[in-house]
């Protein structure tokens, strides 16, 4: 049986990747507060996971090429149990090839 797909712990947070704008820098996976970005090893673009993201926009205003948007209220940190160890619970960001 498979998972469903991770989802935000608020449902009104949402985070778009405008993927010909990246560079893949890996700043907003940087400066993450609480690793909701990782960049993929292969094309380098950022993953998101969802169920550790506070909607802070902390990745949103350092992002040098204005590649991400986040929707949503900001909340707080989730308990460190809450959060995904690793990138199991990412969700999929639009590929290059996806963005048209
Ligand atoms: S900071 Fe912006 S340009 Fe750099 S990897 Fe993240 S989304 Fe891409
Ligand atoms: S909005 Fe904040 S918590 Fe969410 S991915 Fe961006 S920097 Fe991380």
Do not use: F, K, N, Y
């Amino acid at each position: 049986m498979s998972s469903p797909p991770p989802t935000p712990l608020d449902p009104g947070i949402a985070l778009r990747l405008d993927a010909p704008q990246c560079v893949g820098c890996a700043i907003c996976a940087d400066v993450c507060p609480t690793r909701a970005l990782v960049l993929t090893p292969v094309d380098l673009l950022p993953v998101w996971l969802p169920e550790a993201c506070t909607a802070c926009r902390i990745c949103e205003r350092q992002c040098p090429t204005a590649a991400i948007t986040v929707q949503g209220r900001p909340r707080r940190r989730a308990a460190p149990s809450a959060r995904p160890a690793a990138t199991a619970g990412a969700a999929a960001l639009p590929g290059p090839r996806d963005a048209t």
